[in-house]
């Protein structure tokens, strides 16, 4: 591996995660500089964005890796921003990392894929608060700030009142706060995944300390390694990879009916995780780095969709389609200017598949194309199904989210 140049962006250089990412690259023969996130100036202008650091232009660097404090969220994804900008390969982009500092926007994002995720509401009327909480089957229920980190801005509801008043209160200090289902089976435990790339490389377990639910370390939680369930495993990775997060921290609770996801962390801390078992991970963030960096800062949809008239889509072979039976070569689809760039058969993916495989029905093909030519493939009007509510609050038009993903999702599992 060539010797690149990395900077770690964090205003602590003496912070245990900060500490153990340059020594690992140091390790591994990269030259480290850990860059102090708020003594950067941006300059944006048209073919020529620029970065300065202390006031004078910044040298080269081949890599970033963001160490955004949730207290500077909107300058820190500024810079990251920037660095994507100027080519510099960045270990989570910008959008990534600010799309996983809301917890409702996050949770919003992979409520339409079929994993595990904690029933979660948001109500702006005070009037819908109470048909929020019902619901969701009553209290308790979890309150919680948008923006909340390290168990603050969580609080337990014990009863209908006093969920009601909580929420009331922080509405009248104008708090965004959204609700969400007490998953009381986890006891006060819960799982952090440490995903880098497609990978779980380290996991360990939170219990909170005393009558507290909040198993947050920062709240006193005790962490312990423990050997993931392959389907927490999975739950996580594809969790990140909604996100697209390269390096995330997935928080989950153990459900009656397996994982439940409560946030996905772009910066995820180090040392509890390290400590509790026993791996290595900022060697593997620097392995996964090393890996990443030649593929950049790669917006797929964006590149694909480019060149006038072309479009990327995914769709599914109905039983009476053409196409249904034949092999990609005898489809025809190749002749009209579709490639089919995988397919999703149950559970396994078929990446570039060969001229000789034959496509099947209920196949998710993900297609690149002409547009005209992928759109005899697709259904005239999309319209999903929607599952319907277990128990339906007193009144109607509750503005409540309560809906649930459908169950056919899931596609590209
Ligand atoms: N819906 C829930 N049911 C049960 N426990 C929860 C729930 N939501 C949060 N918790 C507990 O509170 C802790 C903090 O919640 P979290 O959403 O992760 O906020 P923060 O960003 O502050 O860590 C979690 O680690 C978990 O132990
Ligand atoms: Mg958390």
């Given at each position: 591996m060539q010797q690149l140049k990395i900077g770690i962006l964090s205003r602590g250089p003496r912070l245990y995660s900060t500490r153990r990412l340059r020594e690992a690259a140091e390790q591994r023969g990269h030259k480290v500089k850990v860059l102090n996130t708020m003594k950067f100036g941006m300059y944006i202008e048209a073919g020529r964005p620029d970065l300065t650091y202390y006031g004078k232009q910044i040298s080269h660097y081949d890599a970033v890796i963001p160490r955004i404090g949730t207290s500077i969220t909107f300058y820190g994804t500024a810079l990251v921003r920037q660095f994507e900008q100027i080519g510099t390969y960045c270990l989570n982009t910008a959008d990534a990392i600010m799309a996983s500092r809301d917890k409702?926007?996050?949770?919003?994002?992979?409520?339409?894929?079929?994993?595990?995720?904690?029933?979660?509401?948001?109500?702006?009327?005070?009037?819908d608060i109470l048909h929020a909480i019902q619901a969701m089957g009553g209290a308790p229920v979890v309150i919680k700030l948008l923006s909340g980190t390290q168990g603050i801005g969580v609080i337990l509801a014990e009863s209908n009142k006093v969920a009601e008043a909580i929420i009331e209160t922080l509405s009248s200090v104008k708090q965004n706060v959204l609700v969400q289902k007490f998953v009381s089976e986890s006891k006060g435990r819960d799982i952090r995944a440490f995903v880098v790339g497609d990978r779980v490389v380290a996991a360990m377990r939170r219990t909170a300390a005393g009558q507290e639910f909040r198993s947050n370390v920062h709240r006193g939680g005790a962490t312990q390694a423990v050997d993931l369930d392959p389907e927490y495993e999975r739950t996580a990775v594809r969790a990140a990879q909604i996100l697209n997060l390269h390096v995330a921290g997935v928080d989950m609770l153990e459900g009656k009916d397996g994982p439940v996801i409560m946030e996905v962390n772009s910066s995820p801390g180090l040392e509890g995780i390290e400590k509790?078992?026993?791996?290595?991970?900022?060697?593997?963030?620097?392995?996964?780095?090393?890996?990443?960096?030649?593929?950049?800062?790669?917006?797929?949809?964006?590149?694909?969709?480019?060149?006038?008239?072309?479009?990327?889509?995914?769709?599914?072979?109905?039983?009476?389609?053409q196409i249904a039976g034949k092999t990609i070569s005898e489809s025809g689809l190749r002749e009209r200017d579709i490639v089919i760039l995988r397919i999703v058969r149950g559970p396994d993916h078929i990446a570039n598949p060969k001229g000789t495989r034959i496509i099947e029905a209920g196949d998710s093909l993900l297609c690149y194309g002409l547009k005209?030519?992928?759109?005899?493939?697709?259904?005239?009007?999309?319209?999903?199904?929607?599952?319907?509510?277990?128990?339906?609050?007193?009144?109607?038009?509750?503005?409540?989210?309560?809906?649930?993903?459908?169950?056919?999702?899931?596609?590209?599992?």
């Open positions: 409702l926007a996050s949770m919003q994002e992979l409520s339409s894929h079929n994993i595990g995720i904690a029933e979660t509401a948001f109500v702006y009327e005070q009037k509790a078992s026993g791996v290595d991970i900022a060697t593997e963030i620097v392995k996964y780095l090393e890996e990443q960096i030649r593929f950049g800062n790669f917006d797929v949809r964006e590149r694909l969709s480019l060149t006038k008239g072309y479009s990327v889509t995914e769709f599914t072979v109905e039983p009476n389609a005209s030519a992928l759109q005899s493939h697709l259904p005239t009007l999309v319209r999903p199904k929607r599952r319907k509510k277990k128990k339906k609050p007193a009144s109607e038009g509750s503005t409540a989210a309560t809906d649930h993903p459908s169950p056919n999702e899931e596609k590209n599992a």
